[in-house]
């Protein structure tokens, strides 16, 4: 099973033309969440799942974020004004229980911003690490692309079982 892991990511990775384009992540807050957006709730399939983020997509640059998922996998809400967009993300992403904090960052690239990524940063002994699903972000004329990897020993935890039998 991690060997399909990893061939299937390896896989991804070389088949993505290269007329995509990286966008890049930078550090946000709450107070600079203004305008209305699509909120795609990715993942999120039971309490404390280490797949669960949310992006705001602005809904007034006609760019759109989709992730490279099946559509099970998600969910979209469209055109939530900021207020509402914040009070589905605390709702869905604070639990004091398993989340320290809820890190925010603007996608972007040279020019525009084109929504907000939020996630769960876990306590350390939730899962071993603080921030368990990598996602990477590339645009192709008007669409962004979300691809997502869920850390191989969050995964090991989850779906391998916990037999030291195992690999």
Not at 37 to 59: G, H, Q, R
Request: proline content about 5%.
């Amino acid at each position: 099973m991690k060997l399909i892991g990893i061939i299937t990511g390896v896989l991804v990775v070389l088949i993505l033309p290269f007329t995509l384009h990286a966008l890049t992540l930078e550090q946000c807050n709450d107070q600079t969440i203004k305008g209305n957006f699509d909120l795609i709730i990715y993942a999120n399939a039971f309490i404390n799942d280490p797949e669960t983020f949310i992006v705001l997509d602005k809904v007034d640059d006609k760019v759109i974020i989709s992730p490279y998922a099946p559509e099970f996998k998600y969910r979209i809400f469209k055109n939530l004004n900021d207020k509402e967009a914040l009070k589905i993300v605390n709702e869905i992403l604070k639990n004091p229980s398993f989340v320290s904090t809820i890190k925010c960052s603007t996608i972007k690239d040279e020019e525009n911003a084109f929504g907000y990524e939020l996630k769960p940063v876990y306590f350390p002994w939730v899962f071993g690490i603080l921030e368990p699903v990598e996602t990477v972000y590339k645009k192709k004329d008007s669409i962004i692309t979300i691809f997502t990897n869920l850390n191989p020993r969050v995964e090991k935890q989850l779906y391998g079982g916990g037999g030291s039998d195992q690999d």
